[in-house]
């Protein structure tokens, strides 16, 4: 069974940086995709980056030059790192990992942008 945890998660000034990163645990391998997902508050989970098992990365509009995704397969984790942050890029930040056969996520963690 796979499991996800977040961490990195916080408060941060308009402007600047958090580093968020996901540590998978279980029957997880290379063959599996990954992302992260974000809800703000009354709004719907929607995708903010993903990679997959082969590399490819795809971003969200909103975050396109800002954050950076990648992930390493040695250590089973999935660094998300967000420059020039928006008070709109508050949310709950969500890790998932998924196969042909499996979706698990993370249970999130916040970051908040606001001065």
């Known amino acids: 069974q796979v499991q996800l945890v977040e961490s990195g998660g916080g408060l941060v000034l308009p402007g600047g940086s958090l580093r968020l990163s996901c540590a998978a645990s279980?029957?997880?391998?290379?063959?599996?995709?990954m992302g992260w997902y974000r809800q703000a508050p009354g709004k719907q989970r929607v995708l903010v980056a993903l990679i997959t098992s082969g590399g490819y990365t795809n971003y969200a509009d909103s975050v396109k030059d800002r954050f950076t995704i990648s992930r390493d397969n040695a250590k089973n984790t999935l660094p998300l790192q967000m420059n020039s942050l928006k008070p709109e890029d508050t949310a709950v930040y969500y890790c998932?990992?998924?196969?042909?056969?499996?979706?698990?996520w993370g249970q999130g963690t916040q970051v908040t942008v606001s001065s």
């Open positions: 998932r990992a998924w196969s042909a056969l499996n979706s698990v």
């Open positions: 279980g029957s997880i391998s290379s063959t599996w995709h």
